[in-house]
Nanobody, 122 residues
């Protein structure tokens, strides 16, 4: 069972940047689809970005050009670099791991972490 621990959330003003990290308990590179999804209070869960076992990335349209997903294989760590943040990006962000079905809109993963809060003020 893969354990995931997110960090890096916080409060920033619109236009600012944050980098989220997700440390996995085991080696995930070239095996799992790794991704980020988010959920704001009263809203549906949204898939944000994924990176598949070949290193291909995919993003939801609203974050393209602003967010970058990457992974450091030596550290078993997944990242989400978020630039030009907007108030509508405010949500709890979760990372997930799954062996199957890797796509940007993915919101259900076999394993996920406890989440890290991102708050963007206008």
């Amino acid at each position: 069972q893969v354990q995931l621990v997110e960090s890096g959330g916080g409060s920033v003003q619109a236009g600012g940047s944050l980098r989220l990290s997700c440390v996995a308990s085991e080696y995930t590179y070239s095996r799992y689809c790794m991704g980020w999804f988010r959920q704001a209070p009263g809203k549906e869960r949204e898939g944000v970005a994924v990176i598949d076992s070949h290193g291909n990335t995919n993003y939801r349209d609203s974050v393209k050009g602003r967010f970058t997903i990457s992974q450091d294989n030596a550290k078993n760590t997944l990242y989400l670099q978020m630039n030009s943040l907007k108030p509508e990006d405010t949500a709890m962000y979760y990372c997930g791991a799954d062996l199957y079905d890797c796509y940007a809109g993915k919101t259900v993963f076999a394993y996920w972490g406890q989440g890290t809060q991102v708050t963007v003020s206008s």
